[in-house]
Nanobody, 125 residues
Framework: QVQLVESGGGLVEAGESLRLSCVAS????????MAWFRQAPGKEREFVAA????????YYVDSVKGRFTISRENAKNTVHLQMNSLKPEDTAVYYC??????????????????WGQGTQVTVSS
């Protein structure tokens, strides 16, 4: 059974940075694409960033390009999301996600097989 455990959320002021981490177990991590999604109050969950298997190509939603960086450490079964220049509109619960199948790019909900429990990120203005 796949388990994803996020950490690193919190309350920051606009312009500051946070780094989210997600440790995965129950899968051959290096074979799976990983992603971050977020859900703000009253809004639908949206894709934020993804990284493919192995060394990883990366994908981002337009609103975070140039500010967020997704990376992975295969030896530690860990994926990170470095978030810089945070804005109040980045406030949301952030979810770590693993692709539904090995060697799949997890850039949409229907490509996700497992979700973490979520971590709250709050950015004050």
């Amino acid at each position: 059974q796949v388990q994803l455990v996020e950490s690193g959320g919190g309350l920051v002021e606009a312009g500051e940075s946070l780094r989210l981490s997600c440790v995965a177990s129950g899968l051959t991590f290096r074979h799976y694409g990983m992603a971050w999604f977020r859900q703000a109050p009253g809004k639908e969950r949206e894709f934020v960033a993804a990284i493919t298997w192995g060394s990883g190509s990366t994908y981002y939603v337009d609103s975070v390009k140039g500010r967020f960086t997704i990376s992975r450490e295969n030896a530690k079964n860990t994926v990170h999301l470095q978030m810089n220049s945070l804005k109040p509109e980045d406030t949301a619960v952030y979810y770590c996600a693993a692709g539904a199948e090995a060697f799949m790019s997890p850039t949409r909900d229907d490509r996700i097989g497992s979700w973490g429990q979520g971590t709250q990120v709050t950015v004050s203005s």
